[in-house]
Nanobody, 121 residues
Framework: QVQLVESGGGLVQAGGSLRLSCAAS????????ADWYRQAPGKQRELVAA???????SYADSVKGRFTISRDNAKNMVYLQMNSLKPEDTAVYYC???????????????WGQGTQVTVSS
């Protein structure tokens, strides 16, 4: 089993920054990819940033140039640095990792519980 715990959310003024962290633990052999999603009230969950092994990253157009996803594989940590935040970035942010487990299961996905980000104008 794999557990994810997100942290770093909170209330920030427009133009400010936050760094979200996602700590993965449990039966992880390797993290092969990581995503950050967000869901605003009344809206569908959307992919914000993706990181795949080999250094490939991608971002939603709405956050490109402002958000940066990164990983520390040695610590099983995933991060989302968010700069120049806007009120429309307000949402619950979720971390998802794609792992190979210690039992050899490849490509299993696990989600965190979410962390609230609120950007005031």
């Amino acid at each position: 089993q794999v557990q994810l715990v997100e942290s770093g959310g909170g209330l920030v003024q427009a133009g400010g920054s936050l760094r979200l962290s996602c700590a993965a633990s449990g039966s992880i052999f390797s993290i092969n990819g990581a995503d950050w999603y967000r869901q605003a009230p009344g809206k569908q969950r959307e992919l914000v940033a993706a990181d795949r092994s080999g250094g490939s990253t991608s971002y939603a157009d709405s956050v490109k140039g402002r958000f940066t996803i990164s990983r520390d594989n040695a610590k099983n940590m995933v991060y989302l640095q968010m700069n120049s935040l806007k009120p429309e970035d307000t949402a619950v942010y979720y971390c998802k990792v794609i792992v190979t487990t210690t039992s050899g299961l490849h490509g299993a996905s696990y989600w965190g519980q979410g962390t609230q980000v609120t950007v005031s104008s």
